[in-house]
């Protein structure tokens, strides 16, 4: 089509119309291009949102249109360890060596895998370099894990362990499954079948390319224009090769977010970043784990680990990567004076390079979705996404 198609589709429940508003708003007033939001309260989709276009002055947007969500596919990760948790096959205090013995080399013997999902093993950067190659071979990745000394002593500290994450968690499943599946694999059978919904770590040759949204590449000029978007302080360090949040988020090396949206990377598992899924999974997956967890087989005892209060390290909250205070727990990202969402500390998700985020809110019994192909400067907080997030925040008050 010869304009991009700006209606919006999908269904709201009665009482949740102000999130259509807010959606409607993003596309005309906040430069949105394509982009899908999903709520389940109480086990219930009262959101199923989607609009725009899957590139400029291309298709629409449609209900299974499947879009690169990156770093929400830590949220994803951190649940199927959840499930394993659930079943008694991991302890999180247990150490990661226990479950992975060549993981002790190097100093990182009494790691736990509760500090290192919680960003404080100081893994967060790789001293190899990482390529597609090395990515795809799970047995030569998880041999330079092994390597990989810290960067401070584990537990003391944290900073956002931004793609290396995913790896670790990829190679603990590999050891601790019966069925030693990839942690790709293991999303696919324990979480998406379940769920009856798209969501895939290493994206299958079966998908058929015009389902996939690509994400637009950001334009750096546009940093002069929204300066406020991006911390200068960030900004600096991620410029500064050696730097710590270069050496966390910038290996492998790519000219920029989109990058990981080709053909070379899109089949490969980085399960900390390349995700992709539609929003309505995602709600359905913090749905289940914001109530009872049945569809995910995820029992009472492990959801209350995951609602507990962040456990901040000794040195403070402030992240060393992304230069300002976050907060995390068991693979989540946890609300945090910098960072507030959900009803109380009990929420707990995931956001994503460019203005994606899903999470859980345990109070309200509600999992959120929202996914975008249009990247926005903010590390997280994305004033499209926050929109939403406030529009229907506002429905669950006036049904409270």
Excluded at 186 to 207: K, N, Q, S, Y
Excluded at 302 to 319: C, K, Q, Y
Aim: aromatic share 8%; with cysteine; hydrophobic share 40%.
């Amino acid at each position: 089509m010869s304009q991009t198609p700006t209606a919006v589709q999908g269904t709201t429940a009665p009482g949740f119309e102000p999130v259509r508003e807010a959606f409607e708003a993003n596309l005309a007033k906040r430069r949105e291009l394509g982009a899908a939001c999903a709520l389940v309260h109480r086990g219930q989709l009262v959101v199923d949102l989607w609009g725009g276009a899957t590139r400029r002055r291309g298709p629409a947007w449609e209900r299974d249109t499947l879009v690169l969500v990156y770093s929400v596919t830590k949220g994803v990760a951190a649940a199927a360890l959840a499930q394993l948790h659930s079943r008694g096959l991991l302890d999180y205090d247990a150490p990661v060596a226990r479950y992975w013995p060549g993981f002790a080399e190097g100093g990182k013997a009494d790691i736990t895998v509760r500090t290192l999902i919680a960003h404080q093993a100081g893994l967060s950067g790789v001293d190899e370099r990482l390529g597609p190659d090395l990515v795809a071979d799970h047995d030569a990745l998880a041999a330079l894990l092994a390597r990989q000394r810290p960067a401070w002593t584990p537990g003391a500290r944290h900073a956002y362990h931004a793609i290396s994450l995913g790896f670790y968690q990829s190679e603990l499943v590999r050891r601790i499954d019966p069925k030693q599946r990839s942690l790709g694999a293991f999303i696919r059978d324990e979480i998406a079948t379940p769920l009856g919904g798209d969501l895939h770590v290493g994206l299958p040759e079966d998908v058929a390319p015009a389902r996939i949204a690509p994400i637009e590449t950001l334009n750096p000029l546009r940093l002069f224009l929204h300066p406020r978007q991006l911390s200068p302080r960030f900004g600096a360090a991620l410029a500064w090769p050696w730097s710590l949040t270069a050496r966390s988020i910038r290996n492998p090396k790519l000219k920029g977010p989109a990058a990981l949206d080709t053909e070379t990377w899109r089949p490969l598992e980085l399960p900390a970043s390349n995700g992709y899924a539609t929003a309505r999974v995602l709600a359905s997956m913090y749905g289940a784990l914001a109530t009872d967890g049945a569809p995910l087989g995820i029992g009472q005892d492990t959801l209350a680990l995951l609602r507990e209060p962040p456990r901040v390290p000794p040195a403070g909250a402030w992240d060393r990567v992304f230069k300002r205070k976050t907060a995390f727990g068991l693979g989540f990202m946890k609300p945090s004076t910098d960072f507030r969402f959900g009803s109380s500390d009990a929420a707990f998700g995931a956001p994503g390079v460019g203005g994606s985020f899903a999470y859980a809110d345990p109070d309200r019994g509600t999992g959120y979705a929202y996914v975008t192909n249009r990247l926005g400067f903010n590390v997280f907080d994305d004033a499209r996404e926050r929109a939403l997030r406030a529009a229907w925040q506002r429905c669950l008050d006036a049904l409270a």
